[in-house]
């Protein structure tokens, strides 16, 4: 088979793997008893319930977009492109909380304004209740997501054209040129960022159960989790489903193509920061100030709450065995995802793929977890796929499905860094594409790869939204464990247990700080 | 006067020395080409002049004002009075060309009457009216070169900086878009800094020719000489 059929192949059976299951959703909830009906929803969608429950929902998720773009969009030019002093820190501190299940900052929140927090005494009598509602949950929201405003308007930052900026600055002051020339050069990056963020907001279950809030994406589960209902399950994940369709239809008619979004710099030299002046300390204050707000001081919580070592000790007891499988599914999960990300961004890169395969790995990112895992249960729950259903196989398939764009557009961007010389010289001295690809592009893209591995890793590691579906029974994974142990256990022991979990994805993201910083070196 | 000037002037980017005791003078309305092969610092020099970065050792002066000396720029980019050309022509996708050329007269704070009838003027002259509302992305090569010309000369310079603009176009339109440039210049009267390694291009625009290596003046004469 030759190279081009190979690949596309290769797609196919992601695409058949990311898609039978919303097929089968579909299927599932229009034929709960092997006939056509539409009884399931209109059932579901009788209940006026319902109606309210879809739209808080999705106010909650435009409030949290809105919100995060607001803070998102002037933090980004901040971080990414002024002198701002610890930018890269800082930076860094406000991209940590997207590699943290949102339900760890819900607990921060609690531990840290509750009745027995740091800081509770300051509320007065009713402590921090306000926290368990729509107003906690969507400050948890906001800290948890910002940092995919910050990544992808940053990266589209950084990688704009330079000499755009300096033809402005001929003849336009910095704050004209900010204005007029740099912010709508990341318009398309921003809007996609936000759209992203709200599909990613509507599928979070553990927050807002822990919070209390009864969003959509809660009741898909709890009509699966609580009442083994399939039929109304799947009926109530579909309009989650249609939203993010409509979402994506929206960056369609905007013309906002991922590919357009993040491209590699069009220059070797970096865009020139602009400078703060003396204002830099101040809002370096103001910035960290808000982190703090936003993450650290709950986490500071979390930590102080969790302080004795015979809470860690307990913890590891309660989560040891999770935490290993953790480890390893998502070690198993990260490799498949680069595997089949790199062979569909050098499928892309030859022209084997087209260009809108990109827009269909990133549409499986923002499909809500659960809807997904209720989709992956509607196609393998059968007894001839026992194999699939009954082990970690059908969490692998969830993570290939969900996450395969970050090694898609990770190991896009380090293959587009290799000059195309370096295989055609390899293909002039008699190599096929397979050895040219293992053999010259990947040593050549090592770094690429290594960073994409480390975050599909961190992404599947905190993964909630499928796990919490999927996991096999007595198999349970970390973030499973911890949504258990919220529910009854012992608040130093969760507080231990969240900040086990901190130390595990922030040491594979320090170093992936490193690479990156070697890199720029 | 000299339009520009560069002062015994050093630059460098780490261990590497873009410029070393480099000196230029460019006097009003004369045309120079700076003419070196890649990595000689030619683009460092205009780079210097138009703003964008200061110099290590040395003066800038344009106009006879020091404009950087040392480390520091007394006079910022959009306050020189200097136009530049991009080798990539740097326009501004999501402008319009009318768009493109009215972002620096707004900026400027050119009445808006004025700005209408300094951009028609500016477009007709480079024949390119029909395509005010055209994005620039969807124009021929050689359409974004005067597109890219009319947004720096709007603005009426006292010198103009060309970063080897023409060097991505076929020879014919290379030939055409010169003589054009002579003719915007003699109109206009403006000052012109042309850095190339074109040999054949240098001696077509400039009248005089200054020779660059590793970073210092090795030669400087008039073409016809």
Redesign the interface.
């Known amino acids: 088979m030759g190279r081009r059929s190979t690949l596309r192949l290769v797609f196919a059976v992601w695409a058949l793997i990311a898609l039978l299951p919303m097929l089968a959703m579909l299927q599932r909830s229009l034929m709960p008893d092997g006939r056509i009906t539409l009884s399931t929803y209109t059932q579901l969608f009788a209940s006026a319930r319902e109606w309210t429950l879809l739209g808080n929902t999705l106010l909650l998720a435009g409030a949290t977009a809105i919100l995060a773009g607001l803070l998102g969009l002037p933090l980004s030019v901040l971080l990414a492109r002024t002198n701002l002093p610890g930018r890269r820190a800082l930076f860094a501190l406000f991209v940590l909380p997207i590699l943290l299940p949102p339900s760890v900052l819900a607990y921060g929140w609690v531990a840290l304004l509750g009745r027995d927090g740091p800081l509770g005494g300051l509320l007065g009598s009713s402590g921090g209740t306000f926290l368990f509602g729509p107003a906690g949950c969507l400050i948890v929201f906001v800290a948890s997501f910002l940092p995919v405003v910050l990544l992808f308007t940053a990266a589209s930052l950084l990688a704009a054209?330079p000499?755009?900026e300096?033809?402005?600055?001929?003849?336009?002051?910095p704050s004209?040129v900010l204005l007029?020339?740099t912010i709508?050069?990341v318009?398309p990056a921003f809007v996609m960022a936000v759209l992203l963020l709200f599909c990613l907001v509507l599928g979070e279950t553990g927050a807002p159960t822990f919070l209390r809030v009864n969003v959509y994406a809660v009741e898909s589960l709890a009509q699966f989790a609580a009442f083994y209902d399939f039929s109304s399950a799947t009926a109530a994940a579909c309009p989650l489903l249609l939203v993010v369709l409509l979402a994506f239809w929206g960056l369609h008619l905007l013309g906002v193509r991922p590919s357009a979004v993040l491209q590699a710099p069009?220059?070797g030299r970096a865009p020139?920061p602009f400078q703060l002046g003396r204002s830099g300390s101040r809002l370096a204050v103001l910035a960290g100030a808000l982190w703090a707000g936003l993450a650290g001081l709950p986490l500071a919580a979390l930590f102080l709450r969790s302080a004795a070592p015979r809470a860690y000790v307990a913890a590891l007891a309660a989560a040891g065995a999770s935490f290993g499988r953790s480890f390893s599914f998502a070690a198993l999960g990260a490799s498949l995802i680069v595997l089949f990300g790199l062979l569909i961004a050098y499928g892309r890169m030859i022209g084997a793929l087209r260009q809108g395969t990109e827009m269909l790995t990133l549409f499986l990112f923002a499909v809500p977890g659960p809807v997904l895992g209720i989709g992956l249960i509607s196609l393998w729950n059968r007894p001839a796929t026992n194999g699939i259903y009954g082990t970690p196989v059908i969490l692998l398939l969830g993570y290939l499905a969900q996450y395969v764009v970050l090694g898609d557009w990770i190991t896009k961007a380090a293959l587009a860094s290799i000059p195309r010389s370096m295989e055609e010289a390899a293909a002039a001295a008699g190599a096929g594409w397979a050895r040219r690809l293992t053999t010259i592009a990947m040593p050549l893209a090592w770094k690429g790869l290594a960073g994409a591995w480390l975050l599909a890793f961190l992404f599947c590691f905190r993964d909630t939204g499928i796990a919490m579906v999927v996991y096999p029974p007595g198999r349970d994974t970390l973030t499973v464990r911890l949504f258990t142990m919220m529910a009854n256990g012992r608040p130093e022991v969760i507080a231990a247990l969240c900040m086990l979990i901190l130390a595990s994805v922030a040491a594979p993201f320090a170093v992936l700080g490193i690479l990156d910083a070697r890199s720029r070196q | 006067m000299s339009s520009l000037q560069l002062e015994g002037v050093a630059k460098g980017y780490g261990s590497r020395k873009a410029l070393d005791g480099f000196s230029l003078e460019v006097g009003e309305g004369e045309r120079v080409a700076l003419l070196g092969p890649s990595g000689c610092g030619k683009t460092t020099a205009l780079r210097l002049l138009?703003?964008?970065e200061a110099p290590d050792a040395g003066r800038v002066l344009v106009g006879g004002s020091v404009v950087a000396e040392r480390g520091r720029i007394v006079v910022?980019?959009?306050r020189?009075g200097?136009?530049?050309v991009?080798q990539?022509l740097?326009?501004?996708?999501?402008m319009t060309v009318r768009g493109n050329l009215e972002?620096?007269l707004r900026?400027?704070g050119v009445p808006s009457q004025e700005r209408e009838r300094r951009i028609h003027q500016m477009l007709a002259r480079v024949e390119l009216l029909e395509y005010a509302d055209t994005n620039p992305g969807s124009l021929s090569g050689g359409q974004q070169q005067r597109v890219a010309l009319a947004?720096?000369l709007v603005?009426r310079p006292r010198a103009l900086l060309m970063d080897e603009p023409l060097s991505n176009l076929d020879e014919e339109l290379n030939l055409k878009l010169r003589a054009e440039i002579l003719q915007l210049q003699a109109e206009f009267g403006f000052a012109l800094l042309y850095v190339t390694h074109d040999r054949e291009e240098a001696f077509a625009l400039a009248d005089r020719i200054v020779l660059v290596a590793r970073g210092r003046t090795i030669l400087e004469g008039d073409p016809a000489g």
């Open positions: 054209n000499r755009l300096e033809a402005a600055r001929l003849c336009a002051t004209s007029g020339i709508p050069q318009l069009s220059t020139e | 138009a703003g964008f910022p980019a959009e020189r200097i136009g530049m991009f990539d740097a326009l501004w996708p999501h972002f620096g900026a400027q947004r720096a603005l």
